[in-house]
């Protein structure tokens, strides 16, 4: 008994050993040395300075595209010549004819507000109806919807026809609804193919409603979308035959 | 002469006639029959309807972080109990040790307003420091870093070692700043290892500073950021020895 | 003259100076100490060693789904039982039923050899359709598109009726085709809205067809895809009514 | 008690029919009209026909960049002229200096094989060490890895120092390996900032050890990778002391 008993222990030492020598083994690889703080801090290159501004008024860096006015930067989306639509006591209201701007863009920040027509009238895409043409292509929704049901994926705050807005966050007519936009637009290959899609995450009155959605090509009202190859191009704006008001618009390039 | 002219004309014709046939076959692929507007039309799921509110207050759906009164939403992050930083004027000030809120959050937009202490003293970072921690680990840097130059990497609206903001967008520090946060958490393999990172989009007064980046792992003051595993987790508010003022702070679950 | 030359070139000086002492200033910023090679060097976790095979035949970890001799590891996709595709000579055919593996899989690198039915049948999707269903959704199609032409986004190699293939690299019906296919299963939220989509990677006998592209939901033959939330799931063959053969099929959870 | 029971009867018949044409409103939102299944077939543009060839030789729309016989395809990296690594019984080794391939490449399919030196000699990154770099700046590591350990992002298959391969699917010495890589260029903003990163694909052997990996920036020995902006670029090879042998290359530009 005794001398089994001393095996066993032997056994046992001899197995805790070699365990505890390949934990030895296991731990021995080399460990990289300790970095000090300063090599992760990069002076280079430094960060450009904007000065914000209050109550959504522009950053010193944006393109003013509408200061209250006049809409010398915008021009007729047919080559007609300028934008017609009416200006009023700082705010344009839509009339003959989708609008573009003069410039043209790629990536960008952009402010925008609105405000549906006074007086509610028409139901589901046939109510306060605009749209916001990013790249001249990409239709971010503007409708009435308050209180005022439309297919989930044509509201406002919807890329039209392609992603809902998570929530439904409208004011009701007689106030100003904003948009900010931060969008990223596609790039494609040598050969016309789409390389990325263009990316859109929107803020509706302060509210996350896309979150850099990934577009699935040109807005389409009849059909499914498409990528075409293109370069820079304007915003747009719609006539949807509706009196939407637009004010306080800027832009900053990405 | 004649005749010659004859072969060259007549093997024309059929070059030609071989060049409309391959035209004809090449077009006579099917063409996908024309869809109705309605078939891209998705009525349900219905969007949720979230009242904005105005002046930056917390939408409907918000959960209030701080609503002026108390830090019942929070506690010391070391485990000692009661958040203690102190309350006054609807502001609370950095206080002694990092302080957490008592519910855990994956992806999330969150707004919360900063403002740096008022008596401007100490330079690069240790003027006006702070950090808002999201799931307790990736920092969005809060820093006075206006007129006051540190590592970029390092700047208000940084992601902490890791990404410099897009700009500088800070106002002077007896003004107050607003970050609008919109995060969406990383995912863990089986085997814990990375799945896809956090991604952090942020406005600094309205202004991008940070778009879907991608965030390279738990914020280190010291070496190279790296991946853990880890579920819901709260917003942590760093104290680095500044006396930074916050308000207005509220949440909204993604 | 002189005392004015002395002027000019005193204020020359002075503006060079400056100039000089600016870009000293710009140099100024901090740079990051110099690290060392091992602080980039990481020994752990190890990396597990997998024994490769020749002539495609599976690695070391790898789970044979097919080893020439019975069906053992497929029962009936309709729940009915078995598996009764014919095996002979090494090889599978398409019988009737679809067939799912018993295992289910998220992640995951799955080869499988197939080849058209010797007697060449039919046209356009009417000749030698099957088609691999991963996570018994999403329809890697298997056709015989040597001299068949059909609708490019139905084609051999092609996510059905979502995204064509690359370029068609069929092997002619006599001969055995090749897909490798790396597969990222698709990742929800708890509101079983889709977080991430699935993504493909296809080498269509070594040539690639699919390089990590998006699925866009699940096949559907009829309408567009729409994501819905689901857990592990198996691979499925599909009984398309062609004699359809296969054989070496092997799969490697990722 | 009738007219009472007939009371309640009638209320009950009321609240079920409200109940009941409160669902058929809710149930009323349009349902999308039935798609054909023509209107997902997409006939154009036709897809490519690309050859596939037997045993690893490459395909028909491939470059062949090494054939068996010459290094017409490459030069000196340094700019001194010719590739002047040796050539023999089809295969070349590795010489001085590094070599560079004559054209350059965006994205694209690379099938490249070698072999470690057939004499075992030296440990960790002294066994066996070349690399192939995409774009002439990240790398993809060549080690010999057969029982050799070393830090795990610097084995073959690894990302040099920055993404340690899924598995070690090494072959011995005297056998060759093959690796199947699938590389997306990098691009970059106007102002030459990253856009996105490149993204790799490895095929160890068959079996895969980078899964569309994004690469962190160009390799370095010594610190951080920090992205700057280049256009096409070739592919290098490099010569790190030791006689590894390579055969069978070709590429497909994507």
């Known amino acids: 008994m005794k001398s ?3 095996k066993r222990a032997a056994f046992a030492a001899i197995a805790l050993g070699l365990l505890a020598y390949t934990n030895t083994q296991a731990q021995e690889t080399p460990k990289p040395p300790k970095m000090v703080p300063e090599m992760t801090e990069f002076w280079e290159p430094a960060v450009r300075v904007v000065t914000p501004a209050a109550n959504n008024a522009a950053p010193s860096d944006a393109i003013v595209l509408f200061d ?6 915008w021009k007729a989306k047919d080559g007609s010549g300028e934008a017609k639509w ?5 705010v344009f209201t839509v009339g003959k004819g989708d609008i573009s701007t003069n410039k043209e863009f790629e990536d960008f920040q952009l402010h925008i507000e609105w405000s549906a027509p006074d007086e509610v ?4 895409q046939g109510r306060g109806n605009s749209g916001i043409f990013l790249q001249d292509r990409y239709e971010v929704q503007v409708l009435d919807n308050y209180n005022n049901r439309t297919y989930s994926n044509g509201q ?5 026809k392609q992603h809902r807005p998570l929530v439904n966050a409208m004011r009701q007519p007689s106030e100003w609804n904003v948009y900010d936009i931060i ?6 290959k040598e050969d016309g193919s789409m390389f990325t899609p263009a990316r859109v995450t929107v803020l509706h009155n302060g509210v996350l409603v896309q979150n850099n959605t990934e577009v699935k090509g040109p807005t389409e009202y009849i059909g499914l979308p498409e990528y075409k190859a293109h370069g820079k191009a304007p915003i747009s704006l719609q006539d949807h035959g509706n009196p939407v008001q637009y004010r306080n618009v800027w832009i900053r390039e990405l």
Chains 1, 2, 3, 4 share one sequence.
Do not use: C
Request: hydrophobic share 25%.
């Open 183 to 188: 969008y990223t637009a596609p790039r494609f």
């Open 4 to 6: 089994n008993l001393s």
């Open 156 to 160: 406002a705050g919807s890329i039209y």
């Open 121 to 124: 009238k028409g139901e589901s």
């Open 68 to 73: 209250g006015k006049d809409l010398s930067q």
């Open 86 to 90: 009416q200006v009023k006591n700082n």
